[in-house]
């Protein structure tokens, strides 16, 4: 099947079936749609009037979608997420500062890298939307222009770690792990561009950050020694208030109430006294008068990151509906800590129905999947395998797998790795398993469903460019088609990663695009983290005699334990810094990549 045939055929699917969407609707129609049910809540917790009908509620039941986060790491010290007015994401992974844009899905990457080094502890955008501010462990603020992808400026803030950031206007707030926070006015010289210094917090790195948005200038700190402080930028030095927020560990959570001036929600805390109600808790504060108007106890901080996380979880009846749903995902097999890592990164699925969605979808994946390791990994990327009607949205599509002779291993593969693909409009799906058959793809072959998983991401536009580029470096159209079926996701890999890899093999190993269209595998690989170190350490195996060159891709594809045994560890006594110099080069490679 020739390539101007994928595209009529993906052009006539994406003509046939038109994208589905869900529009919002409103809790309340007095209120404004995004903050109508969380002031619903809010109006509950507050009111005296106990004979006030209950109400119907309404909510998102489904994520719009799940990010694939590897490398992000959490730590009460980082802020490593934020969103920007105009939709726009920042997440810092593996130490890189990503922009990604949910409507186009483009990435781009801001390297911080810098003389006398600095990895990067928090990040927030400026209310222009187009700035941003990024923290780093030594001290240092670069404000970055994100649509130019410049580094206009770095701010010596202080010699201590920068784990808490927060614009008001022009003004950017930071938190250090010295307890200090501090205004610096980016627009003045480097000498003068701290404007304030609020002192307060005693005990170690500031964990959280947030001006009101009201006109009554406030800002609340929170720290690893439990306090919140509210401060009044037009005071100097001293804090309006001191709020016990949690007896230990430290505050993180902190949200000014939208739509109700002096009212700030915190939450954290870890260990400490069980009896304790300050750990584990949800506290709402009148910052005019510093008391705790209410609170919602759960009696454990994982419980209270739930709640931080899904804010509905708070309406719940803690006893009827959320304590079954725990003991139920145990009773299938999941032990506390793994329980306790789900329901942390995926609280809305405590929000299903027990009995109608909760349990019967639960078996029914346990059924085709078996492994709930694998069950965990689907959930993390979408929710709708536990609250949507898989008999509607699911099913159908594994009967179209089925009718195909694809193995139940492959179905499997596919649900636990691209669960959203498994969840398309089954008309949609039926023509994008038609579509990798007619391709050539063998049914028996994990591939088969690889490739579903891969077409069902680009489009007529993907496809020509992307063969546009293959095309460029050498390979013909046969080539590129062979090299899809034996590696789908190669179409998917950006235009810079495949000019990268293909230099790199080409003029280094002398691997032809001939070759390389063999081996498509290869251009997935990492170059900095594995290709280069361990081509480093076969050329001086080479240069020594201990090894012939060959044109084997074997010791690219083994596994690093494996490669240390066989390439590294064996040839110690001959090479005894053999070790030294694969980690050394390692290392290097990875920072030339970032720098």
């Given at each position: 099947m020739e390539f101007d045939d994928v595209s009529q055929l993906r052009r006539r699917r994406d003509r046939e079936i038109p994208l589905l969407s869900f529009p919002m609707t409103p809790v309340n129609p007095d209120v404004p749609s995004k903050w109508g049910h969380y002031r619903q809540i809010l109006n509950d917790l507050f009111s005296n009037n106990s004979n006030n009908t209950k109400k119907r509620k309404?909510?998102?039941?489904?994520?719009?979608?799940?990010?694939?986060?590897?490398?992000?790491?959490?730590?009460?010290?980082?802020?490593?997420?934020?969103?920007?007015?105009?939709?726009?994401?920042?997440?810092?992974?593996?130490?890189?500062?990503?922009?990604?844009?949910?409507?186009?899905?483009?990435?781009?990457?801001?390297?911080?890298?810098?003389?006398?080094?600095?990895?990067?502890?928090?990040?927030?955008?400026?209310?222009?939307?187009?700035?941003?501010?990024?923290?780093?462990d030594n001290g240092r603020i670069q404000l970055w222009d994100a649509e130019g992808k410049r580094k206009l400026r770095t701010l010596m803030?202080?010699?201590?770690?920068?784990?808490?950031?927060?614009?008001?206007?022009?003004?950017?707030?930071?938190?250090?792990?010295?307890?200090?926070?501090?205004?610096?006015?980016?627009?003045?010289?480097?000498?003068?561009?701290?404007?304030?210094?609020?002192?307060?917090?005693?005990?170690?790195?500031?964990?959280?950050?947030?001006?009101a948005d009201s006109g009554f200038k406030q800002l609340a700190s929170g720290g690893r020694?439990?306090?919140?402080?509210?401060?009044?930028?037009?005071?100097?030095?001293?804090?309006?208030?001191?709020?016990?927020?949690?007896?230990?560990?430290?505050?993180?959570?902190?949200?000014?109430?939208?739509?109700?001036?002096?009212?700030?929600?915190?939450?954290?805390?870890?260990?400490?006294?069980?009896?304790?109600?300050?750990?584990?808790?949800?506290?709402?504060?009148?910052?005019?008068t510093g008391d705790c108007v209410s609170s919602v106890t759960t009696g454990s901080s994982q419980i209270a990151n739930l709640i931080t996380k899904c804010p509905i979880l708070i309406a719940s009846n803690w006893d009827k509906t959320i304590k079954p749903k725990f003991y139920y995902l145990q009773s299938a097999g999941y032990s506390s800590s793994d329980l306790a890592s789900l329901l942390s990164s995926i609280p809305h699925i405590l929000t299903a129905s027990l009995e109608n969605r909760l349990k019967p979808n639960f078996e029914l994946l346990k059924s085709i999947i078996g492994s709930n390791k694998l069950i965990a990994s689907a959930l993390r990327q979408t929710t709708r395998l536990i609250q949507g009607n898989l008999e509607t949205d699911f099913l159908p599509n594994v009967k179209t797998l089925e009718s195909c002779g694809i193995p139940n291993t492959s179905i499997?593969?596919?649900?636990?790795?691209?669960?959203?693909?498994?969840?398309?409009?089954?008309?949609?799906?039926?023509?994008?398993?038609?579509?990798?058959?007619e391709m050539?793809?063998?049914p028996l072959s994990t591939m088969f469903v690889h490739g579903v998983a891969a077409v069902s991401r680009f489009n007529h536009s993907t496809w020509k460019k992307k063969l546009g580029v293959y095309k460029s470096l050498g390979w013909s159209q046969k080539e590129v088609m062979s090299a899809f079926v034996r590696q789908p996701f190669c179409m998917l890999l950006s235009e810079k990663k495949i000019r990268k890899a293909m230099d790199f093999y080409v003029k280094e190993l002398k691997w032809g695009p001939s070759f390389?269209?063999?081996?498509?595998?290869?251009?997935?690989?990492?170059?900095?983290?594995?290709?280069?170190?361990?081509?480093?350490?076969?050329?001086?195996?080479?240069?020594?005699?201990?090894?012939?060159?060959?044109?084997?891709?074997?010791?690219?594809?083994?596994?690093?334990?494996?490669?240390?045994?066989?390439?590294?560890?064996?040839?110690?006594?001959?090479?005894?810094?053999?070790?030294?110099a694969y980690r050394a080069d390692s290392q290097k490679a990875c920072s030339e990549a970032i720098l």
């Amino acid at each position: 099947m020739e390539f101007d045939d994928v595209s009529q055929l993906r052009r006539r699917r994406d003509r046939e079936i038109p994208l589905l969407s869900f529009p919002m609707t409103p809790v309340n129609p007095d209120v404004p749609s995004k903050w109508g049910h969380y002031r619903q809540i809010l109006n509950d917790l507050f009111s005296n009037n106990s004979n006030n009908t209950k109400k119907r509620k309404r909510s998102v039941l489904y994520s719009d979608r799940v990010l694939d986060a590897i490398g992000l790491e959490d730590a009460d010290h980082l802020n490593v997420l934020d969103w920007n007015p105009s939709i726009l994401l920042s997440i810092v992974l593996d130490d890189t500062v990503h922009l990604w844009n949910p409507n186009s899905s483009a990435d781009c990457v801001l390297t911080t890298g810098e003389s006398g080094g600095g990895s990067v502890t928090s990040v927030s955008w400026a209310p222009d939307g187009r700035h941003i501010a990024i923290g780093l462990d030594n001290g240092r603020i670069q404000l970055w222009d994100a649509e130019g992808k410049r580094k206009l400026r770095t701010l010596m803030s202080r010699s201590s770690r920068i784990g808490a950031l927060a614009w008001q206007g022009n003004i950017l707030t930071s938190g250090g792990s010295d307890g200090l926070v501090i205004d610096s006015d980016p627009r003045l010289p480097s000498s003068s561009v701290v404007v304030h210094t609020y002192r307060g917090h005693r005990r170690g790195d500031i964990c959280g950050l947030e001006w009101a948005d009201s006109g009554f200038k406030q800002l609340a700190s929170g720290g690893r020694d439990g306090l919140v402080y509210i401060w009044d930028s037009r005071i100097e030095d001293r804090w309006m208030f001191r709020l016990r927020a949690a007896a230990t560990g430290a505050v993180r959570a902190l949200g000014w109430c939208p739509f109700r001036e002096n009212l700030l929600a915190t939450g954290g805390g870890v260990g400490g006294d069980a009896d304790d109600d300050s750990n584990g808790s949800i506290k709402f504060w009148n910052t005019r008068t510093g008391d705790c108007v209410s609170s919602v106890t759960t009696g454990s901080s994982q419980i209270a990151n739930l709640i931080t996380k899904c804010p509905i979880l708070i309406a719940s009846n803690w006893d009827k509906t959320i304590k079954p749903k725990f003991y139920y995902l145990q009773s299938a097999g999941y032990s506390s800590s793994d329980l306790a890592s789900l329901l942390s990164s995926i609280p809305h699925i405590l929000t299903a129905s027990l009995e109608n969605r909760l349990k019967p979808n639960f078996e029914l994946l346990k059924s085709i999947i078996g492994s709930n390791k694998l069950i965990a990994s689907a959930l993390r990327q979408t929710t709708r395998l536990i609250q949507g009607n898989l008999e509607t949205d699911f099913l159908p599509n594994v009967k179209t797998l089925e009718s195909c002779g694809i193995p139940n291993t492959s179905i499997a593969k596919l649900v636990g790795l691209h669960p959203r693909v498994i969840l398309m409009p089954n008309e949609n799906f039926k023509v994008t398993v038609e579509l990798i058959r007619e391709m050539g793809f063998n049914p028996l072959s994990t591939m088969f469903v690889h490739g579903v998983a891969a077409v069902s991401r680009f489009n007529h536009s993907t496809w020509k460019k992307k063969l546009g580029v293959y095309k460029s470096l050498g390979w013909s159209q046969k080539e590129v088609m062979s090299a899809f079926v034996r590696q789908p996701f190669c179409m998917l890999l950006s235009e810079k990663k495949i000019r990268k890899a293909m230099d790199f093999y080409v003029k280094e190993l002398k691997w032809g695009p001939s070759f390389l269209s063999v081996h498509p595998v290869l251009l997935n690989l990492s170059l900095e983290k594995r290709v280069m170190p361990r081509c480093s350490v076969t050329s001086l195996l080479e240069a020594e005699g201990l090894m012939t060159k060959s044109s084997s891709v074997h010791f690219l594809m083994i596994t690093e334990k494996d490669f240390l045994d066989k390439y590294v560890i064996r040839y110690k006594n001959q090479i005894p810094k053999l070790l030294d110099a694969y980690r050394a080069d390692s290392q290097k490679a990875c920072s030339e990549a970032i720098l």
